[in-house]
């Protein structure tokens, strides 16, 4: 591939620690040819693809959110439930979405970080807020359909 397909070639990058979506993932990658590219900071059992990509980064702090961040480009996708690298990666112009099938987008990503940031700062100061709600199939099915979306999109725009 030369070097200016390199640069217009969807890919996509997983914050795979805790991440429940990595099989779909998977299948959507499979149908379109994507590479992905699973970062973690520590080793995890993955599928043997060629196009499937373990990267094991050092357990320093962020060390697999700044590894993304580094590499989030247009014709990207990042998938990860983590405000704050959703941000850096929305930034830099990548699609980005969460395992429940919510995109985040530049419009959003303002109100989502205050959000998160209220919800730490109450957790610290021992207020009781909950967890986030169970992971249900029906998110699993948005984020199956938004993937897909995503990428199509992404073929029309002239990524691929």
Same mark, same amino acid.
């Given at each position: 591939m030369s070097a200016a397909g390199a640069s @217009?070639?969807?890919?996509?990058y997983i914050d795979a620690d805790a991440c429940p979506v990595k099989d779909? @993932?998977?299948?959507v990658?499979?149908?379109? +040819?994507?590479?992905?590219?699973?970062?973690a900071n520590s080793v995890m059992a993955l599928h043997r693809e060629p196009w499937i990509e373990r990267v094991v980064v050092s357990d320093g702090f962020d060390a697999a959110d700044d590894w993304i961040?580094?590499?989030a480009r *247009?014709?990207?996708?990042?998938v990860t439930a983590d405000v704050p690298?959703?941000?850096r990666c929305v930034k830099a112009g990548a699609e980005v979405l969460g395992p429940n +099938?919510? *995109?985040?987008s530049e419009s959003g990503i303002g109100l989502a970080l205050a959000t998160r940031n209220l919800m730490q700062d109450l957790r610290e100061a021992g207020a009781i807020t909950g967890g986030p709600k169970p992971f249900s199939a029906r998110d699993r099915s948005a984020y199956l359909g938004a993937l897909d979306r995503i990428v199509v999109r992404l073929k029309r725009a002239g990524f691929g």
């Open positions: @217009t070639a969807i890919v996509v779909e @993932t998977y299948r990658a499979a149908r379109y +040819g994507l590479h992905v590219y699973v970062v961040a580094e590499r *247009p014709g990207a996708i990042v690298l959703a941000s +099938g919510k *995109p985040f």
